[in-house]
Nanobody
Framework: QVQLVESGGGSVQSGGSLRLSCAAS??????MAWIRQAPGKEREGVAA???????FYADSVKGRFTISLDSAKNTLYLQMSSLKDDDTAIYYC????????????????????????WGQGTQVTVSS
């Protein structure tokens, strides 16, 4: 049984930093992503990582967020810097059941429909 447990959320001032963690158990496929849902908005893909080193980012977070995967600890991270009010959201860790190291997933890395397992989410609040 796959379990994803996020941690590290909280409140921070605009321009600050936070690091989110997602501890995975029962999962070893190394195809994972961070998804967020802002108040009143639909969920959107933020960042994805395949096989520890192939990464994808939404345009809105490029240059500010860094996704990484520690395979030894089976833990996914999202380092967030230069946070803005618009980054306020619930952040979810997601994992894909099927292979991702292929051309099909290269164009769908941030597509929510491609991920099968989800954590419960962690709240990030950024205020000016």
């Amino acid at each position: 049984q796959v379990q994803l447990v996020e941690s590290g959320g909280g409140s921070v001032q605009s321009g600050g930093s936070l690091r989110l963690s997602c501890a995975a158990s029962g999962y070893s496929n190394r195809c994972m992503a961070w998804i967020r849902q802002a108040p009143g908005k639909e969920r959107e893909g933020v960042a994805a990582i395949f096989t520890d080193r192939i990464t994808f980012y939404a345009d809105s977070v490029k240059g500010r967020f860094t996704i990484s995967l520690d395979s030894a600890k089976n833990t996914l991270y999202l380092q967030m810097s230069s946070l803005k009010d618009d980054d306020t959201a619930i952040y979810y860790c997601a994992a894909r059941k099927y292979a991702c190291y292929n051309n099909y997933m290269n164009s769908r890395a941030l597509d929510l429909k491609e991920y099968n397992y989800w954590g419960q989410g962690t709240q990030v609040t950024v205020s000016s």
